[in-house]
């Protein structure tokens, strides 16, 4: 069962512009994390937020976790062609026994116009 | 995808035939993991290795087996492949701190 759902799952903007990118979930979490996918490719860790952490940023990524709402969002500034590829929330559930197991969400495609 | 190492990339089974997706990976991680992913279905947990010597179903383990033969390499065995299963296979690693690693990925066909 899917945990995380993105919003929007198609986003279609200029180079330059910013993006943004929701994610909700639906129980308690360890932490959330945010990975890229280029076409035909495996995915690339870009950002582990924990469940005690509001926002991170790394280079033009800024994450964002509320968890009173269950909701996270990416927010990619200053976009570029390069950043064009599906996005995806990850989230790691507390769960018995503290094995780490990510649930992905159904990823948002990003598409970046020059 | 520096550190894990998936083979093959490519592979066609006709219904019925059997084959064992290879993964390795030279970062000393404890944790591996298989996943599947289908057009608008995201990533979903095969089967998942916590440590050398223990192996665990996740969401969608039907029809696969698992083997953790050290703690460098876990494979995913089809015994018998069914056109359900056609899909991307990644393979991922962690040391629970900075987030997983991900393979490359087999892409598979079942016809």
């Known amino acids: 069962s899917q945990q995380g759902e993105e919003d929007p799952q198609a986003l279609s903007i200029q180079e330059g512009e910013n993006a943004t990118m929701n994610c909700s979930y639906k129980?308690?979490?360890?932490?959330l994390q945010w990975y890229r996918q280029n076409s035909g490719r495996g995915l690339v860790h870009l950002i582990l937020i924990r469940s005690n952490e509001r926002e991170k940023h790394s280079g033009r990524l800024r994450v964002t976790l509320d968890t009173s709402k269950k909701s996270s969002s990416l927010l990619i500034t200053a976009s570029r062609a390069a950043d064009t590829a599906s996005y995806f929330c990850a989230t790691d559930p507390i769960t018995q026994g503290g094995s780490e197991k990510l649930v992905f969400g159904k990823g948002t495609k990003l598409t970046v116009n020059p | 995808n520096a550190g894990v190492t998936q083979t093959p990339k490519f592979q066609v089974l006709k219904t019925g035939q059997s084959m064992t997706l290879q993964c390795a990976q030279d970062m000393n991680h404890n944790s591996m993991y298989w996943y599947r992913q289908d057009p608008g279905m995201g990533l979903r947990l095969i089967y998942y290795s916590a440590s050398e010597g223990t192996t665990d179903k996740g969401e969608v383990p039907n029809g696969y087996n698992v083997s953790r033969l050290n703690k460098r390499e876990f494979s995913l065995r089809l015994e018998s492949a069914a056109p359900s299963q056609t899909s991307v296979y990644f393979c991922?690693?962690?040391?629970?701190?900075?987030?997983?690693?991900f393979g490359s990925g087999t892409r598979l066909t079942v016809v």
């Open positions: 991922a690693i962690t040391d629970r701190h900075y987030g997983y690693t």
């Open positions: 129980t308690s979490i360890n932490n």
